[in-house]
């Protein structure tokens, strides 16, 4: 199955800062990369995903970028605001095929006023 | 319309205990998922279902088993509980679709239920 490997465990930047959380994958063959958000005592939610088709994806203040080449996908907040004070996940698909997902362990992102 | 919901919210279990943790959904999905997550380890899948009467093993699947009878309704059972399984356990559906290069898979959490097993 795909190992999914998650940096860094924890990042704390100060309001306004951007922050850049980065994954890698082993499986050559997956072709889809979605990213969730768990704000503390809640339950995840998608924020954004990319398909190995593209390599870069932007939503508002938050984009994803892909490298195939190098197995590695990274989520990348501009303007970082408190309420970005999350755990983030990258996920990839577990199996060959697309209807499983493995995540990453998790980043920690504190935003300080 | 509710989405995911999880019943129940909390549970302490003595080791040895068994329990039933049900998962509901009525987005119409056919896939649904059961996950555990401790701290630092992220979202670990232990079953899942890709429709009515079907299920698979996950990453995690020993001390746990599960049963998809109805569409909307996805049940993880604990038969004999043991003080490792103390986690949150989240459910999740999801509506996958695949294409030409492409592929699509948001997964929809329920609430969670955080169980302690002494």
């Known amino acids: 199955g795909e190992n999914v490997e998650q940096h860094p465990s924890t990042l704390s930047v100060q309001e306004g800062d951007s922050a850049v959380i980065k994954c890698t994958y082993s499986d050559s063959a997956s072709n889809y990369f979605p990213w969730y958000k768990q704000e503390l005592g809640k339950r995840p939610q998608l924020i954004i995903d990319?398909?190995?088709?593209?390599g870069e994806k932007k939503d508002q203040r938050i984009a994803v970028t892909l490298n195939k080449t190098a197995k590695h996908f990274s989520l990348h907040i501009t303007e970082t605001q408190p309420e970005d004070s999350a755990v983030y996940f990258c996920a990839a698909p577990f199996l060959s095929g697309y209807s499983t997902l493995t995540f990453g362990k998790g980043t920690m992102l504190l935003v300080s006023p | 319309n509710a989405g995911v919901t999880q019943t129940p919210k909390f549970r302490v279990l003595k080791t040895g205990q068994s329990m039933t943790l049900l998962c509901a959904q009525d987005m119409n999905h056919e896939y649904m998922y059961w996950y555990r997550q401790d701290p630092g380890m992220g979202l670990r899948l232990i079953h899942y279902?890709?429709?009515?009467?079907?299920?698979a093993k996950g990453e995690v699947p020993d001390g746990y088993n599960v049963s998809r009878l109805k569409k909307q309704n996805f049940l993880l059972g604990l038969e004999s509980a043991a003080p490792s399984q103390t986690s949150v356990y989240f459910c999740a559906s999801s509506y996958v679709g695949a294409g030409l290069g492409w592929i699509y898979n948001e997964q929809f959490f329920g609430p969670g239920t955080r169980l302690t097993v002494l």
């Open positions: 279902s890709v429709g009515e009467g079907t299920t």
């Open positions: 990319i398909r190995s088709n593209v």
